[in-house]
C-alpha cells in the first residue's frame, strides 16, 4: 500500500528496518501526489507514466503509476550492485550514497534521494603504482589477482575498473601514497590538492595523476 499519499512508517512492509522502502517521483523529480513518504522511505525513484508488461499478450504494455513501478527501478540498481560484488548487506547503504541528493520536491520528510544508477564514462584505473607488501604494484597485476587483492579498499581506489567498483570509486581519489613510476619519489593526492591551481593543472594532465587522483584532477567532470 504505497500510493495513498500517507505515512509510509504506518504500513506494512514499509515501515520494517530491514526492507527498501522506495517512493515514487514524478517526471520533474516532484513525489508522485499518491505516493507515501516520510522517514521510513529509503530512496525515490522514477514512477509517473511507465510503460510496463502487461498480461493481455507477450508484447502488450500498459501506461501506469505508482509506487510498483518505482521498485523495480531500484531492484535493477540492486542487481548490479550485488553483481558489482557489493555485499548484500550493504546495498542499500550503496544505493543511499551513489543517489542524487536535494532533487525531490514536496519530499514530504522523506530522504531527499532520487535514485541514480550511472557510473564514470570513462572509468579508469590508476597507471600509477602503490605499495602491495613491500612491493610496487599496478592494477595489470590486480587483473590476476582480483579475488585476494579487491578485497583491499586502497585497492579498489586505485583499480576501481578491474575490480568493479565504478559506482564507488570510479571518481574519487586514491588515499595513500602512489608512484608514477617504479623507482619514482611517492605522491600523494593530498600533496597535489595543496599545489597553487596553476601548478596543479599541469601535473593533472599527466594520465599518472589524471587517472590516480581522480576528484582532484576533475577527471569525470
Known sequence: RGNIDGNACRYSPAGASDVITVACSEPDDSRWSSSNWGECVDIFAPGKDIKSAWNTGDSDYETRSGTSLSSPHVCGGA????EAGVDPGDVRTE???MATP???TDAM???NLLLYLGQPKDCMDSIAYFDWGGIARGCDYVEDHKKSMCMSDDVQRFCPNTCGVCHRYGCVD???PFYPQIQAKAWTCQKLANMALKARAKWCR?????STCRSTCLTCD
Open 102 to 104: 536535494d532533487k525531490i
Open 109 to 111: 520528510g522523506s530522504p
Open 174 to 176: 586514491v588515499n595513500t
Open 95 to 97: 544505493l543511499e550514497n
Open 79 to 82: 542487481a548490479l550492485l550485488l
Open 206 to 210: 599527466m594520465k599518472y595523476f589524471y
